[in-house]
């Protein structure tokens, strides 16, 4: 088993000088720099009383100084838990209850918003956890606002100087991240990765891109950014607004400038290709590779990509928090298959299909498990698929199914058809339940500007090009399907209340 900060300090050593982690517009770190300030937060922290096995809850935005902090608690024998301080104050109380935290690192902001500010958060739409109110210790990112604890330490304190910068021995068994799955308020779901599966996801990465000793990643992803430094590129960081929470990806998309890869969410993409489509964003034109993840890349995505971006290689990332990534498919291959192509899975990992069809994974990729439950040999991943060669092909969802008269549907097995349709950008299926527990089958479109009647393109094509038992009783054509949380996924819930108001 290897451990993700030994490598990268190997990698320091090989390439000392070449440029590692940087902001966008500003000069990077080289790669001795960023280990040498990795080991002084990791000394820094440990001076100040974190003690391996601590958790460190994380709300602070995605810079450098926060990468840093990351890698430097990991490294000093903590854990990092990524804690929404955006899912309501019981949830984020029933998670923080569940992992125990003794540090918590806290954007200032949120510590005034959630605080003194509480009522102008509130009238901004934000019902968010008392943070100051936490018992831990704390650490502020920012200047310190009304709200921050007395005694909090600035972050920008843990990267000043130290007398010891090597890093702590090598410990693949620890846990590295804690990071929470969506769940209920009852049963909060927390997936606890060590730096060997880490590791193994990174390294699987890396073998799936073409990035390499010389290429520059834009992008705020953790993990897409850690596979950049094992192999030797540069990963250079968006700038976030001030007060904002997202990066805008028409701005983040106009700043690539010299960048030979990205990162996207299949919803971010399709904004920065309709701002390029009306003339408002020059496309990029350095992109050699665009990785796109988060949620399901579809044909009709893919099509508009190669037309605005003719030069760029796509990949579609297939994985989820426990185990990342699974699959990885080109755009190319995508398109020309059949179905819903996610590909052979990465190197390491190994997959099964279930007696119902269901997805089911291992590999040394796999997290340790969810906090408090025994350990994890497999994941069931809620998705069907079956096997096309050496290749996976995802047919449907379980958790997505509906059901109408005796038939079970999953859309994940007909979406991927319908936008292939031309005229269609975007399609998702919903099931409005009525009072016997039957559905009724809707299908929210989102039409290419200028293709006429797609209604009724889909009402003549649809019979031939899928199951009958699943052509839908409606189609709403809607000006965007809702998405939801960081890597907007498609959120069918808001889908049904959408096509349920415009069917009443």
Same mark, same amino acid.
């Given at each position: 088993?290897?451990?993700?900060?030994?490598?990268?300090?190997?990698?320091?050593?090989?390439?000392? *000088?070449?440029?590692?982690?940087?902001?966008?517009?500003?000069?990077?770190?080289?790669?001795?720099?960023?280990?040498?300030?990795?080991?002084?937060?990791?000394?820094?922290?440990?001076?100040?009383?974190?003690?391996?096995?601590?958790?460190?809850?994380?709300?602070?935005?995605?810079?450098?100084?926060?990468?840093?902090?990351?890698?430097?608690?990991?490294?000093?024998?903590?854990?990092?838990?990524?804690?929404?301080?955006?899912?309501?104050?019981?949830?984020?109380?029933?998670?923080?209850?569940?992992?125990?935290?003794?540090?918590?690192?806290?954007?200032?902001?949120?510590?005034?918003?959630?605080?003194?500010?509480?009522?102008?958060?509130?009238?901004?739409?934000?019902?968010?956890?008392?943070?100051?109110?936490?018992?831990?210790?704390?650490?502020?990112?920012?200047?310190?606002?009304?709200?921050?604890?007395?005694?909090?330490?600035?972050?920008?304190?843990?990267?000043?100087?130290?007398?010891?910068?090597?890093?702590?021995?090598?410990?693949?068994?620890?846990?590295?991240?804690?990071?929470?799955?969506?769940?209920?308020?009852?049963?909060?779901?927390?997936?606890?990765?060590?730096?060997?599966?880490?590791?193994?996801?990174?390294?699987?990465?890396?073998?799936?891109?073409?990035?390499?000793?010389?290429?520059?990643?834009?992008?705020?992803?953790?993990?897409?950014?850690?596979?950049?430094?094992?192999?030797?590129?540069?990963?250079?960081?968006?700038?976030?607004?001030?007060?904002?929470?997202?990066?805008?990806?028409?701005?983040?998309?106009?700043?690539?400038?010299?960048?030979?890869?990205?990162?996207?969410?299949?919803?971010?993409?399709?904004?920065?290709?309709?701002?390029?489509?009306?003339?408002?964003?020059?496309?990029?034109?350095?992109?050699?590779?665009?990785?796109?993840?988060?949620?399901?890349?579809?044909?009709?995505?893919?099509?508009?990509?190669?037309?605005?971006?003719?030069?760029?290689?796509?990949?579609?990332?297939?994985?989820?928090?426990?185990?990342?990534?699974?699959?990885?498919?080109?755009?190319?291959?995508?398109?020309?298959?059949?179905?819903?192509?996610?590909?052979?899975?990465?190197?390491?990992?190994?997959?099964?299909?279930?007696?119902?069809?269901?997805?089911?994974?291992?590999?040394?990729?796999?997290?340790?498990?969810?906090?408090?439950?025994?350990?994890?040999?497999?994941?069931?991943?809620? *998705?069907?698929?079956?096997?096309?060669?050496?290749?996976?092909?995802?047919?449907?969802?379980?958790?997505?199914?509906?059901?109408?008269?005796?038939?079970?549907?999953?859309?994940?097995?007909?979406?991927?058809?319908?936008?292939?349709?031309?005229?269609?950008?975007?399609?998702?299926?919903?099931?409005?339940?009525?009072?016997?527990?039957?559905?009724?089958?809707?299908?929210?479109?989102?039409?290419?500007?200028?293709?006429?009647?797609?209604?009724?393109?889909?009402?003549?094509?649809?019979?031939?090009?899928?199951?009958?038992?699943?052509?839908?009783?409606?189609?709403?054509?809607?000006?965007?399907?809702?998405?939801?949380?960081?890597?907007?996924?498609?959120?069918?819930?808001?889908?049904?209340?959408?096509?349920?108001?415009?069917?009443?």
């Amino acid at each position: 088993m290897t451990d993700f900060l030994a490598e990268l300090t190997a990698r320091a050593e090989r390439i000392p *000088d070449a440029s590692a982690l940087g902001t966008v517009g500003k000069r990077a770190l080289t790669y001795r720099e960023l280990v040498d300030s990795i080991g002084r937060v990791a000394h820094n922290l440990g001076e100040a009383g974190f003690a391996p096995g601590d958790r460190m809850l994380f709300s602070i935005r995605p810079s450098v100084s926060s990468a840093l902090l990351i890698f430097g608690a990991i490294a000093a024998g903590g854990t990092i838990v990524f804690v929404d301080p955006g899912v309501g104050p019981e949830l984020f109380a029933n998670r923080v209850g569940l992992v125990e935290p003794t540090w918590a690192a806290t954007e200032s902001l949120l510590y005034a918003v959630s605080g003194p500010l509480a009522g102008f958060g509130r009238r901004k739409g934000l019902e968010l956890p008392r943070f100051g109110a936490l018992d831990v210790r704390h650490i502020h990112s920012g200047v310190w606002l009304p709200g921050t604890p007395f005694g909090s330490t600035p972050a920008r304190r843990f990267t000043g100087g130290a007398p010891e910068t090597a890093l702590p021995a090598a410990q693949p068994d620890a846990a590295a991240l804690i990071v929470f799955t969506s769940g209920t308020t009852d049963e909060p779901k927390a997936v606890v990765h060590t730096r060997a599966s880490l590791s193994a996801g990174l390294a699987a990465m890396g073998g799936k891109t073409s990035l390499a000793p010389g290429a520059f990643l834009h992008t705020e992803q953790l993990m897409m950014g850690l596979p950049a430094l094992m192999a030797g590129a540069r990963w250079a960081m968006p700038r976030y607004p001030r007060f904002g929470t997202h990066i805008d990806p028409v701005r983040f998309t106009r700043n690539l400038r010299s960048a030979t890869h990205a990162f996207y969410t299949p919803a971010d993409l399709a904004c920065a290709l309709d701002a390029i489509e009306a003339g408002d964003l020059a496309a990029p034109t350095n992109l050699r590779q665009v990785a796109l993840g988060g949620a399901p890349v579809t044909s009709a995505l893919l099509r508009r990509a190669r037309k605005s971006l003719p030069d760029t290689e796509f990949l579609a990332i297939y994985g989820m928090t426990e185990i990342l990534p699974v699959a990885v498919a080109t755009g190319t291959a995508k398109l020309a298959h059949d179905g819903d192509l996610l590909g052979a899975p990465v190197r390491g990992v190994r997959a099964r299909i279930a007696d119902d069809g269901e997805l089911l994974l291992s590999g040394p990729n796999l997290c340790r498990g969810y906090l408090g439950a025994q350990p994890l040999t497999e994941i069931a991943t809620g *998705d069907l698929a079956r096997w096309d060669g050496a290749e996976l092909v995802l047919t449907g969802r379980k958790k997505d199914m509906m059901i109408r008269g005796k038939t079970n549907i999953y859309p994940g097995l007909y979406e991927p058809v319908i936008t292939a349709i031309d005229g269609v950008r975007e399609a998702i299926m919903v099931g409005l339940p009525d009072e016997i527990g039957d559905e009724r089958i809707v299908l929210a479109v989102v039409t290419e500007p200028g293709s006429g009647d797609v209604v009724a393109l889909l009402r003549e094509r649809l019979p031939k090009v899928i199951d009958t038992t699943a052509v839908p009783d409606d189609i709403v054509v809607v000006q965007r399907i809702p998405v939801s949380g960081r890597t907007n996924k498609p959120d069918r819930a808001a889908v049904r209340e959408l096509v349920g108001r415009l069917l009443a």
